[in-house]
């Protein structure tokens, strides 16, 4: 339940920052549930990088 509850959050996260940065996106997960988090981490650091950088 709290790798969920995690996931959910930092999709939600990546979602907000993607609507700052003005970022169309689609995020499909990787079906390994150990390389979710790491994958969404990786796309909301892209994220704020288009925001420092824009």
């Given at each position: 339940?709290?790798?969920?509850?995690?996931?959910?959050l930092?999709?939600?996260?990546?979602?907000?920052?993607?609507?700052?940065?003005?970022?169309?996106?689609?995020i499909?997960?990787?079906?390994?549930?150990?390389?979710?988090?790491?994958?969404l981490?990786?796309?909301?650091i892209?994220?704020?990088?288009?925001?420092?950088?824009?």
């Open positions: 339940m709290e790798h969920e509850t995690k996931r959910e930092l999709e939600q996260a990546l979602d907000l920052l993607c609507k700052v940065a003005g970022r169309d996106i689609t499909f997960l990787p079906e390994d549930k150990a390389e979710q988090t790491p994958y981490k990786r796309e909301i892209k994220t704020t990088e288009a925001i420092k950088n824009g």
